[in-house]
T-cell receptor, first 110, second 114 residues
Framework: GEDVEQSLFLSVREGDSSVINCTYTDSSSTYLYWYKQEPGAGLQLLTYIFSNMDMKQDQRLTVLLNKKDKHLSLRIADTQTGDSAIYFCAAYWEGGKLIFGQGTELSVKP | DTGVSQDPRHKITKRGQNVTFRCDPISEHNRLYWYRQTLGQGPEFLTYFQNEAQLEKSRLLSNRFSAERPKGSFSTLEIQRTEQGDSAMYLC????????????FGPGTRLLVL
């Protein structure tokens, strides 16, 4: 089955770029997602990328997909303190369920 | 539409009691998913419905768990004879039918079993 891995922590200074990385094991995952979770809250969809794309940009967010290495990244430009949260990478799997990574906790220092 | 809603937001119960959670999806969505999230982990799939049909159940869903979506709208998740290991955040999501359709999540129900 699919397995999704993420690094657990990232700390950046306000105004810097943040890059959150994710690897997955099954190349048949056709859609890959990034969700954001603030403390005590549900998951907010940030963006997604289809497996036939290499890059997707949406305002401050850039998603890069390397299918050969099964590596996905989320770059947040001009990171703000309000971006502090846990970021989850998720792969679309059989029947529509999402397989999530453990989450990367992003800490933004002023 | 205001999005996916879940009720209650928090539930504290004693071991051995039964609990029931409700999820109201986005009204046009015909798929509804339940996930469980324990502290420090990503959500794990439990089950999903297409309209009123329950199409898949995870092995995580023991026989103490049952989910229903009787009219293809809201769904309930019941846990019988709760155990301390059931303490978690229970998340509901909904989507349109189709590959890659975006799942929109509710705020979750946080369960604490004492």
């Amino acid at each position: 089955g699919e397995d999704v891995e993420q690094s657990l922590f990232l700390s950046v200074r306000e105004g810097d770029s943040s890059v959150i990385n994710c690897t997955y094991t099954d190349s048949s995952s056709t859609y890959l997602y990034w969700y954001k979770q603030e403390p005590g809250a549900g998951l907010q969809l940030l963006t997604y990328i289809f497996s036939n794309m290499d890059m997707k940009q949406d305002q401050r967010l850039t998603v890069l997909l390397n299918k050969k290495d099964k590596h996905l990244s989320l770059r947040i430009a001009d990171t703000q303190t309000g971006d502090s949260a846990i970021y989850f990478c998720a792969a679309y799997w059989e029947g529509g369920k999402l397989i999530f990574g453990q989450g990367t906790e992003l800490s933004v220092k002023p | 539409d205001t999005g996916v809603s879940q009720d209650p937001r928090h539930k504290i119960t004693k071991r051995g009691q039964n609990v029931t959670f409700r999820c109201d999806p986005i009204s046009e969505h015909n798929r509804l998913y339940w996930y469980r999230q324990t502290l420090g982990q990503g959500p794990e799939f439990l089950t999903y419905f297409q309209n009123e049909a329950q199409l898949e159940k995870s092995r995580l869903l023991s026989n103490r768990f049952s989910a229903e979506r009787p009219k293809g709208s809201f769904s309930t998740l019941e846990i019988q004879r709760t155990e301390q290991g059931d303490s978690a955040m229970y998340l509901c999501a909904s989507s349109f039918d189709g590959p890659g359709e975006t799942q929109y999540f509710g705020p979750g129900t946080r369960l604490l079993v004492l």
